[in-house]
């Protein structure tokens, strides 16, 4: 069976910076392969594109400009929030909230983002919002291990059931 639109697709991959030299940013392996609802938009859309029609067995590798992969990075995204949003009984937990460390926040829709402590000033905190491969060009490899069809349920619920995927 191909990978296509509403099929799971459990692939190993390391994706590196640049090239196939390029220092690794991550790997993904048989141990803990990666199982995901494929053409569901949760996965960038070259990276689908890239493997869009493989079987299992088939092995890939393929580079992502940072426009194809999480774009560039933006000082729009560069943010100065009022300190008291990170105060609990009116004090910030320095362990959670400090330089250099990821906070996990929601935007104005209560949609889940993570942002990076850039400063702590006297009456607020900067934050950086851009995506932490933001800039970069990416390079993947990887095999396709293994295409079912999508259960309703799954599809239903636009994500993977069970092994490798969500528990209800």
Same mark, same amino acid.
């Given at each position: 069976?191909k990978? !296509?639109?509403?099929?799971?697709?459990?692939?190993?991959?390391?994706?590196?910076?640049?090239?196939?030299?390029g220092?690794?940013?991550?790997?993904v392996?048989e141990?803990?392969?990666?199982v995901?609802?494929?053409?569901?938009?949760?996965?960038l859309p070259?990276?689908?594109? $890239?493997?869009?029609?493989?079987?299992?067995?088939?092995?890939?590798?393929?580079?992502?400009?940072?426009?194809?992969?999480y774009?560039e990075?933006s000082?729009?995204?560069?943010?100065?929030?009022?300190?008291?949003?990170?105060?609990?009984?009116?004090?910030?937990?320095?362990?959670?909230?400090?330089?250099?460390k %990821?906070v996990? %926040?929601?935007?104005?829709?209560?949609?889940p983002?993570? !942002?990076?402590?850039l400063?702590i000033?006297?009456?607020?905190?900067?934050?950086?919002? $851009?995506?932490?491969?933001a800039?970069?060009?990416?390079?993947?490899?990887g095999?396709?291990?293994?295409?079912?069809?999508?259960?309703?349920?799954?599809l239903?619920?636009?994500?993977?059931?069970?092994? !490798?995927?969500?528990?209800?």
């Open positions: 069976m990978v !296509g639109k509403n099929k799971v697709v459990t692939l190993t991959y390391v994706l590196r910076y640049d090239n196939e030299k220092e690794v940013v991550q790997e392996n141990s803990k392969p990666f995901h609802l494929f053409g569901a938009g949760t996965l070259a990276f689908e594109e $890239n493997l869009d029609n493989l079987n299992p067995g088939d092995t890939f590798a393929f580079h992502l400009s940072a426009d194809e992969a774009g990075s000082d729009k995204a560069i943010i100065e929030l009022d300190k008291s949003i990170f105060e609990i009984d009116g004090q910030i937990d320095g362990d959670l909230v400090a330089v250099g %990821m996990a %926040m929601q935007d104005e829709n209560g949609r983002l993570d !942002g990076k402590v400063a000033k006297e009456e607020s905190v900067v934050m950086d919002f $851009n995506h932490p491969l800039g970069k060009n990416l390079y993947f490899t095999e396709i291990k293994e295409v079912r069809e999508a259960t309703e349920e799954e239903s619920h636009g994500h993977v059931h069970g092994h !490798g995927g969500v528990e209800h």
